[in-house]
């Protein structure tokens, strides 16, 4: 077979691409001119890297968060003789998500913020790649039927369940009982605290929260991480992904991040998928998927590793991913109303306004607050997203250290 692309170059939309995975995924982008062409990029408070980028990537159209950014950057790039449309807000968000010149959707806006362009992208039948966890942990049963409805190909973002993915049979969607699947093994590399005391974690600060060991992020991201909660979404992620029960999710703490999970057999193997902690891999496995690209990532050097390790994770100093199996599985609206408190709490310790502590104490107080509703619709979603956020304000107002 020739190694020559004689297809047109696919059009690619990044949904926060100046974000880390955003950036990433330009990388990836920018090594194979001929598979892919940048259709759409989107930031929202650092305008001048978006503008940077699109000077260098030339995208049909730029989304930017209100009318005011929008008319700067529009005369900035036509100043540079570039024809780039530039759009605003959330309907920017979603008529680039959507817009059937598009062909792939990379959804990397950080938190609830990525719901509605996230699902614009899969209502439209994209290839969907999902780093924006979030969207699915807050509508999974909503964004699971809309995959099915529209023919959208959902690939996953995250290292964890891009490993899952590529360890999985084809047919993995009959069930993974059918296919022999006994359990799924979610690998977390526990985070820069998981050797620190109940005590060290307490007084922990925002800086010392983001200086994760092995990979380079956003700092929501970070801080979950720190917390766990991450471990505590993907959990989530991994059933709707995987239509899998919570119980078949075990996490296993594996602090060299080098085996990213792993699938358990009913014969007794198992499979895993190992690479160096570069969100590259994932990003060029979902977007060449089922081929194989270059993505800039360094050979695995094994003897340089020498020792993986494995450990269970200690839920009592990271009461985070108790809080989420908890909400895997009560369902219904219950992981929104997590993840909503979540997010709020992360914000409130990024600016100082709480200690790291507060974190699992916020969102339990809130999920003990507010009833389970059913997620059957987008606005019982949102409604639980609202109402969350305003719970856990409040609590702030009273609790907070
Ligand atoms: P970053 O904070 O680095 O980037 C977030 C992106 O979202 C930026 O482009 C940001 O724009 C944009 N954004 C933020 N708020 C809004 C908003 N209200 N409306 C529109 N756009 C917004 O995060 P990451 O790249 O680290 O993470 C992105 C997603 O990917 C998250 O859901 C995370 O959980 C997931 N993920 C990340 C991994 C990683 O290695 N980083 C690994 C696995 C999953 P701007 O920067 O211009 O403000
Ligand atoms: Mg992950």
């Known amino acids: 077979m020739s190694a020559v692309n004689t297809l047109e170059p696919r059009p690619v939309t990044v949904l926060g691409a100046t974000g880390s995975i955003g950036q990433s995924t330009l990388d990836v982008l920018a090594r194979h001119p001929q598979d892919y062409q940048v259709f759409a990029l989107t930031g929202f408070s650092r305008l001048e890297l978006l503008q940077r980028q699109c000077l260098q990537h030339r995208p049909r159209y730029a989304v930017v968060p209100d009318e005011a950014a929008a008319s700067a950057l529009r005369e900035a790039l036509r100043a ?54 979030e969207a699915l942990v807050m509508s999974g049963a909503l964004f699971m039927q809309a995959v099915e409805r529209s023919g959208a190909e959902l690939l996953p973002i995250d290292s964890e369940h891009n490993a899952i993915f590529q360890c999985m049979p084809g047919d993995y969607a009959r069930g993974l009982q059918r296919v022999g699947v006994r359990r799924v093994l979610l690998t977390a590399s526990g985070g820069p605290f998981r050797d620190w005391s109940l005590e060290q974690i307490a007084r922990a600060t925002p800086e010392q929260a983001c200086r994760h060991p092995n ?167 949102l409604e639980a997203d609202r109402q969350a956020r305003l719970a856990a304000q409040a609590w702030l107002q009273q609790y907070a250290h």
């Open 80 to 133: 540079a003789g570039l024809a780039t449309e530039v759009l605003s807000g959330e309907q920017g968000l979603c008529a680039v998500a959507s817009h059937p010149d598009c062909a792939i959707v990379m959804a990397a806006i950080v938190g609830a913020a990525g719901l509605t362009s996230t699902l614009a992208a899969v209502e439209a039948g994209k290839r969907v790649l999902l780093a924006n966890k």
């Open 215 to 381: 990979w380079s992020m956003g700092r929501k991201i970070s801080v979950d991480s720190a917390s766990m909660m991450n471990k505590g979404l993907e959990l989530i992620e991994a059933c709707w992904l995987f239509d899998a029960p919570p119980a078949r999710v075990e996490v296993v703490v594996h602090p060299q991040s080098v085996i990213h999970s792993l699938v358990d057999y009913i014969d007794g193997s198992v499979l895993a998928q190992l690479g160096n902690p570069d969100m590259r891999t994932p990003i060029a496995h979902a977007l060449a998927w089922p081929r194989r690209i270059d993505s800039g990532v360094e050979p695995l050097d094994l003897f340089a590793i020498a020792r993986l390790e494995f450990e269970a994770p200690d839920l009592q100093r990271f009461p985070c991913l108790a809080l989420a199996r908890q909400a895997a599985e009560a369902g219904g609206t219950v992981p929104a109303l997590l993840n909503a408190a979540n997010e709020v709490a992360v914000e409130a310790f990024l600016d100082g306004r709480s200690g790291f502590a507060d974190i699992p104490r916020l969102i339990a107080a809130v999920l003990e607050q507010l009833p389970r509703d059913d997620a059957g619709s987008l606005e019982q979603v």
